[in-house]
Every structure is written in C-alpha cells, then in structure tokens.
C-alpha cells in the first residue's frame, strides 16, 4: 500500500468533514448526508482496487489458478 492512498483518504475525509460541518450549519440536514456517503463511496471504491491487487499478489505467491 502506497503511503499516497493514505494521504487521499484523509484528505477526502477533512474535505467531507468540512463540507458536512457547514451543511449542518445552514440546516441543509439531507445534502450533509448525501456529501458524507459519497465521501464513503469513493474511498470504498478506492479501497477495493488495491484489496483486487491484494487478492492477484497472493493468487501469484501461492500459484492459485
């Protein structure tokens, strides 16, 4: 896991914080949770790319077809 993946998802994170924070703020109740799940999407999707490389370095180290 490269240390860059690591740094994106918190910056998503801080960026999903704020942007939730004001929201709740301006009593925009339903556009802050739409703004936080598609925060969660995102990093989700990107974890699952590397959990697929994951999944392919272990397929070639134990020589699973």
Do not use: C, P, S
């Amino acid at each position: 896991m490269e240390i860059e993946l690591i740094f994106r998802i918190a910056g998503i994170g801080l960026i999903v914080a704020l942007l939730n924070q004001l929201l709740k703020k301006a009593e925009r109740e339903e556009q802050a949770m739409m703004v936080t799940l598609a925060g969660l999407i995102i990093v989700l999707l990107m974890i699952i790319q590397e959990i697929g490389d994951l999944f392919e370095a272990i397929k070639d180290i134990f020589g699973i077809y």
